[in-house]
Protein backbone atom coordinates (compact mmCIF):
# COMPACT_ATOMS: atom_id res chain seq x y z
CA UNK A 1 0.00 0.00 0.00
CA UNK A 2 1.26 3.75 -0.73
CA UNK A 3 2.20 4.89 2.13
CA UNK A 4 0.07 8.72 1.43
CA UNK A 5 -2.98 6.47 0.73
CA UNK A 6 -2.37 4.49 3.77
CA UNK A 7 -2.16 7.65 5.91
CA UNK A 8 -5.59 8.94 4.85
CA UNK A 9 -7.27 5.60 4.44
CA UNK A 10 -6.77 4.75 7.76
CA UNK A 11 -9.78 4.86 9.71
CA UNK A 12 -11.07 3.24 13.20
CA UNK A 13 -12.42 -0.22 13.32
CA UNK A 14 -14.98 -0.98 16.00
CA UNK A 15 -16.76 -4.22 14.27
CA UNK A 16 -14.46 -7.51 13.78
CA UNK A 17 -15.10 -10.71 12.00
CA UNK A 18 -14.16 -13.90 14.03
CA UNK A 19 -11.63 -15.00 11.46
CA UNK A 20 -8.08 -15.40 13.77
CA UNK A 21 -5.05 -12.95 13.23
CA UNK A 22 -1.91 -15.50 13.17
CA UNK A 23 1.13 -14.76 15.52
CA UNK A 24 2.84 -14.88 12.19
CA UNK A 25 0.81 -11.59 11.02
CA UNK A 26 0.76 -10.12 14.30
CA UNK A 27 4.82 -10.68 14.80
CA UNK A 28 4.98 -8.55 10.98
CA UNK A 29 3.20 -6.00 12.45
CA UNK A 30 4.80 -5.34 15.72
CA UNK A 31 8.25 -5.63 13.95
CA UNK A 32 6.78 -2.43 12.01
CA UNK A 33 6.12 -0.88 14.98
CA UNK A 34 9.59 -1.63 16.24
CA UNK A 35 11.13 0.56 13.46
CA UNK A 36 9.46 3.96 14.26
CA UNK A 37 11.86 6.69 15.63
CA UNK A 38 12.11 6.85 19.01
CA UNK A 39 14.78 9.60 21.29
CA UNK A 40 18.32 8.79 21.18
CA UNK A 41 17.13 5.42 20.04
CA UNK A 42 15.77 4.52 23.21
CA UNK A 43 13.58 2.02 21.45
CA UNK A 44 11.03 2.93 25.07
CA UNK A 45 8.05 0.44 24.07
CA UNK A 46 7.43 -2.85 25.00
CA UNK A 47 4.46 -5.60 23.99
CA UNK A 48 1.59 -7.59 24.93
CA UNK A 49 0.03 -9.16 22.24
CA UNK A 50 -3.27 -11.25 23.37
CA UNK A 51 -5.72 -13.17 21.95
CA UNK A 52 -7.93 -16.44 22.59
CA UNK A 53 -8.76 -17.40 26.37
CA UNK A 54 -6.13 -15.16 27.97
CA UNK A 55 -7.84 -12.60 26.31
CA UNK A 56 -11.34 -13.71 27.33
CA UNK A 57 -10.10 -14.03 30.73
CA UNK A 58 -8.82 -10.58 30.77
CA UNK A 59 -12.20 -9.15 29.27
CA UNK A 60 -14.09 -11.13 32.13
CA UNK A 61 -11.63 -9.31 34.54
CA UNK A 62 -12.11 -5.89 33.42
CA UNK A 63 -16.38 -6.12 32.94
CA UNK A 64 -15.95 -7.64 36.74
CA UNK A 65 -14.26 -4.83 37.85
CA UNK A 66 -16.26 -2.37 35.99
CA UNK A 67 -19.43 -3.43 37.82
CA UNK A 68 -17.71 -3.45 40.77
CA UNK A 69 -15.95 0.43 40.43
CA UNK A 70 -18.41 1.90 37.73
CA UNK A 71 -15.36 4.13 36.70
CA UNK A 72 -16.77 6.44 34.33
CA UNK A 73 -14.40 8.98 32.06
CA UNK A 74 -16.73 12.19 30.72
CA UNK A 75 -14.45 14.92 28.95
CA UNK A 76 -17.12 17.51 28.86
CA UNK A 77 -17.79 17.40 32.97
CA UNK A 78 -15.42 19.31 35.68
CA UNK A 79 -14.45 21.71 32.69
CA UNK A 80 -11.37 20.24 32.48
CA UNK A 81 -10.67 20.12 28.75
CA UNK A 82 -11.26 23.38 26.64
CA UNK A 83 -14.63 23.79 24.77
CA UNK A 84 -12.89 23.21 21.47
CA UNK A 85 -12.11 19.87 22.48
CA UNK A 86 -15.19 18.70 23.66
CA UNK A 87 -17.05 20.27 20.84
CA UNK A 88 -15.08 17.77 18.69
CA UNK A 89 -16.08 14.73 20.65
CA UNK A 90 -19.45 15.97 20.20
CA UNK A 91 -19.21 15.97 17.01
CA UNK A 92 -17.84 12.76 16.31
CA UNK A 93 -20.46 10.78 18.73
CA UNK A 94 -23.27 13.30 16.42
CA UNK A 95 -21.79 11.28 12.82
CA UNK A 96 -22.00 7.86 15.01
CA UNK A 97 -25.40 7.88 16.23
CA UNK A 98 -26.69 7.37 12.75
CA UNK A 99 -24.75 4.18 12.78
CA UNK A 100 -25.08 2.91 16.22
CA UNK A 101 -28.94 3.14 16.28
CA UNK A 102 -29.82 -0.05 13.75
CA UNK A 103 -27.50 -1.50 16.67
CA UNK A 104 -30.34 -0.41 19.66
CA UNK A 105 -27.77 0.80 21.76
CA UNK A 106 -27.31 4.55 22.29
CA UNK A 107 -23.70 6.07 22.18
CA UNK A 108 -22.46 5.98 25.62
CA UNK A 109 -23.17 2.18 25.97
CA UNK A 110 -21.63 1.31 22.93
CA UNK A 111 -18.73 3.06 23.24
CA UNK A 112 -17.77 2.25 27.06
CA UNK A 113 -19.15 -1.48 26.83
CA UNK A 114 -17.38 -1.70 23.17
CA UNK A 115 -13.96 0.01 24.69
CA UNK A 116 -14.33 -2.41 28.08
CA UNK A 117 -14.40 -5.84 25.62
CA UNK A 118 -11.92 -4.63 23.14
CA UNK A 119 -15.05 -4.51 20.69
CA UNK A 120 -14.50 -8.33 20.64
CA UNK A 121 -11.35 -8.15 18.46
CA UNK A 122 -9.83 -11.77 18.17
CA UNK A 123 -6.53 -9.96 19.03
CA UNK A 124 -5.21 -7.05 21.16
CA UNK A 125 -2.00 -5.41 21.70
CA UNK A 126 -1.10 -4.05 24.68
CA UNK A 127 1.88 -1.00 24.74
CA UNK A 128 3.63 -0.26 27.86
CA UNK A 129 6.46 1.84 29.22
CA UNK A 130 9.31 1.88 31.81
CA UNK A 131 7.80 4.25 34.62
CA UNK A 132 11.19 5.34 34.68
CA UNK A 133 10.73 7.49 31.46
CA UNK A 134 9.68 11.02 30.98
CA UNK A 135 6.21 11.24 29.49
CA UNK A 136 8.20 13.05 26.23
CA UNK A 137 9.04 9.56 25.31
CA UNK A 138 5.08 8.51 25.32
CA UNK A 139 5.72 10.93 21.35
CA UNK A 140 7.74 7.50 20.79
CA UNK A 141 4.88 5.36 21.91
CA UNK A 142 2.66 6.99 19.49
CA UNK A 143 5.01 6.59 16.67
CA UNK A 144 5.04 2.97 17.02
CA UNK A 145 1.14 2.60 17.36
CA UNK A 146 1.10 4.55 14.28
CA UNK A 147 3.60 2.03 12.41
CA UNK A 148 1.63 -0.43 14.03
CA UNK A 149 -2.09 0.74 12.49
CA UNK A 150 -0.72 1.20 8.99
CA UNK A 151 1.13 -2.30 8.86
CA UNK A 152 -2.14 -4.13 9.94
CA UNK A 153 -4.09 -1.46 7.34
CA UNK A 154 -1.62 -2.71 4.40
CA UNK A 155 -2.02 -6.10 5.58
CA UNK A 156 -6.00 -6.58 5.50
CA UNK A 157 -6.49 -5.50 8.80
CA UNK A 158 -8.54 -2.92 10.96
CA UNK A 159 -7.72 -1.36 14.84
CA UNK A 160 -9.03 0.45 17.21
CA UNK A 161 -6.68 1.95 19.74
CA UNK A 162 -8.65 2.48 22.98
CA UNK A 163 -7.07 4.13 26.08
CA UNK A 164 -10.96 4.38 28.25
CA UNK A 165 -10.05 0.45 29.28
CA UNK A 166 -6.94 2.04 31.03
CA UNK A 167 -9.64 3.61 33.80
CA UNK A 168 -8.50 -0.69 34.53
CA UNK A 169 -5.19 -0.73 33.82
CA UNK A 170 -4.58 -2.09 37.28
CA UNK A 171 -6.26 -5.27 36.44
CA UNK A 172 -4.56 -5.18 33.00
CA UNK A 173 -1.24 -5.41 34.67
CA UNK A 174 -2.29 -7.72 36.67
CA UNK A 175 -3.77 -10.39 34.08
CA UNK A 176 -0.81 -9.30 31.74
CA UNK A 177 1.77 -10.01 34.54
CA UNK A 178 3.28 -6.65 33.60
CA UNK A 179 6.23 -5.81 35.36
CA UNK A 180 5.73 -3.58 38.36
CA UNK A 181 8.48 -1.00 36.76
CA UNK A 182 6.01 -0.86 33.75
CA UNK A 183 2.76 1.16 32.96
CA UNK A 184 0.18 0.56 29.95
CA UNK A 185 -0.42 3.17 27.92
CA UNK A 186 -2.58 2.19 24.95
CA UNK A 187 -4.29 -0.95 23.89
CA UNK A 188 -4.68 -1.41 20.07
CA UNK A 189 -7.77 -3.79 19.03
CA UNK A 190 -6.18 -5.61 16.22
CA UNK A 191 -8.41 -7.94 13.75
CA UNK A 192 -9.90 -8.62 10.38
CA UNK A 193 -13.38 -5.83 9.32
CA UNK A 194 -16.17 -6.90 9.62
CA UNK A 195 -17.43 -4.83 6.65
CA UNK A 196 -21.38 -5.59 6.88
CA UNK A 197 -20.51 -4.05 10.87
CA UNK A 198 -22.78 -0.45 10.46
CA UNK A 199 -20.35 1.40 12.59
CA UNK A 200 -17.71 0.21 10.14
CA UNK A 201 -18.81 3.08 7.64
CA UNK A 202 -18.84 5.64 9.32
CA UNK A 203 -15.69 7.88 9.37
CA UNK A 204 -14.34 10.90 11.78
CA UNK A 205 -13.73 14.17 9.89
CA UNK A 206 -10.93 16.79 10.48
CA UNK A 207 -11.56 20.44 10.89
CA UNK A 208 -9.68 22.28 8.48
CA UNK A 209 -5.64 22.17 8.49
CA UNK A 210 -5.87 26.35 8.74
CA UNK A 211 -7.11 26.02 11.83
CA UNK A 212 -4.18 24.14 13.55
CA UNK A 213 -1.23 25.60 11.66
CA UNK A 214 0.63 29.36 11.94
CA UNK A 215 2.67 29.99 9.18
CA UNK A 216 6.21 32.46 9.30
CA UNK A 217 8.44 33.45 6.98
CA UNK A 218 7.01 31.91 3.75
CA UNK A 219 5.22 34.37 2.13
CA UNK A 220 9.18 36.37 1.75
Not at 41 to 61: D, E, R, V
Not at 89 to 103: A, D, E, I, M, N
Request: proline fraction near 5%; charge should be positive; hydrophobic fraction near 40%.
Amino acid sequence: MDILEGLRARKTVRGFTDKKVSREVINEILTDAHWAPSASNQQPWYFHALSGKPLSKLCSAIMIARRQEKKTYDPSRGKTIPKEYVDRTRKLFQGLRPFLSSLGDDQRAFIETGSFCFYDAPAVIFISMHKALPETRLMDIGMAAQNLMLSALARGLGTCAVALTLLYADVINSELKIHKDFKTVLCICLGYPDNSFPVNRFRSSRDDIAEFVTWKGFDE
